[in-house]
């Protein structure tokens, strides 16, 4: 069974029509009102939008309730309706409960006028737009031009989270999914590269450890002796030969060390954050932070472009990792 709505919008006794420094007529608190207190149940005439629209309606009462269901009020109906006086403030004392039910967001003291964002509300309505009209709220935090995108605004979601039109709400919802989804494949694929490039990792260190440096030496030199062939003036190359000679052991050892463990946390973790396991983000980011500032303390030093390069990508990691973590923990509340 379809819903039912009031013929006429029911307002609080202690609301009244009142001159706004805001625009026209306004609506105005005639006693102290508390948060939370019904102020008004919007009703009407229920028709389709195609009804809505046709210029039968008085434009003021127009209220949406769903996809092709209005409230409105026909031009011939001469019942004063105080909701039609309700004005915008970028700063509301009100907002709405449900897709009909206003009420009020704080206590709201005699002589105050009441206003309702239209950007809870409105996501269809270009006037705004169109008009080009400055908004006259006053208030601190006044968004100055308003359009019926201002539900996008994400000040505007934080300030009524909860307090949307459930049509508004619906496409808030929607949006904030494909932008989860967009965030969890990035995570995902930055686990399978964690895993990778772990994997890789234990393998490289293994060798460095086991193999000695001119064994070491003489593979660099086997896989990169085309190269040298082609430009045996290459910087990059020339770098890493003069370094190969003249690594140390103890420097050889620690770098092996070093690799074969940073790749075997990186499997274990990649292994756990894949598992989903909470505990692992935190751990996750912890360890990639330590790296981080290790990693940063050595770019500073030898100016690595390839260590850099690392080092961002743990970056961004640690900021996927931590929206990842953040969206786990929501889900388990």
């Not at 608190?29 to 919007?42: D, P, Q, S, V, Y």
């Not at 809505?52 to 409230?71: C, K």
């Not at 660099?220 to 990059?236: K, Q, S, W």
């Amino acid at each position: 069974m379809a819903k039912q709505y009031l013929r006429y919008t029911w307002v609080s006794p202690k609301l009244e029509p009142r001159t706004s420094s805001i625009h026209g007529e306004g609506v105005f608190a005639k006693e102290l009102i508390t948060k939370g207190e019904k102020l008004m149940e919007f009703g009407g005439e229920l028709i389709s939008r195609e009804q809505a629209f046709s210029g039968n309606y008085r434009s003021r009462s127009v209220w949406i309730v769903d996809n092709n269901h209005y409230l409105a009020l026909p031009k011939s109906d001469t019942h004063v309706s105080l909701d039609e006086n309700l004005n915008h403030s970028c700063d509301a004392n009100a907002w709405l409960e449900d897709a009909v039910t206003l009420i009020a967001k704080r206590d709201i003291i005699a002589g105050e006028e009441i206003t309702l964002d239209q950007g809870t509300w409105n996501f269809d309505d270009k006037d705004y737009t169109d008009n080009q009209e400055p908004c006259s709220c006053g208030s601190a935090n006044c968004r100055h031009m308003l359009s019926e995108n201002d539900w996008k605004i994400p000040e505007v979601q934080e300030r009524s989270k909860g307090h949307f039109h459930p049509m508004v709400q619906k496409m808030i919802d929607l949006k904030q999914k494909w932008l989860e989804y967009y965030w969890h494949r990035l995570f995902e694929i930055g686990v399978v590269i964690k895993g990778i490039n772990g994997a890789i990792e234990t393998i490289s260190g293994t060798l460095i450890l086991l193999i000695s440096k001119v064994t070491l030496y003489h593979v660099f030199t086997y896989f990169t002796r085309g190269e040298l062939l082609e430009d045996p003036t290459d910087g990059f190359m020339q770098f890493l030969s003069f370094h190969l000679q003249t690594l140390s052991n103890s420097t050889k050892t620690f770098a092996a060390i070093y690799i074969l463990l940073h790749g075997i946390l990186n499997i274990f973790l990649a292994t756990q954050l894949y598992r989903q396991r909470l505990w692992a983000y935190l751990i996750t980011i912890g360890c990639m932070l330590l790296f981080m500032v290790y990693q940063i303390y050595r770019v500073t030093h030898t100016h690595s472009v390839i260590l850099s390069v690392i080092t961002l990508f743990d970056f961004i990691f640690i900021v996927l990792a931590w929206h990842e973590y953040q969206y786990r923990k929501d889900l388990e509340k």
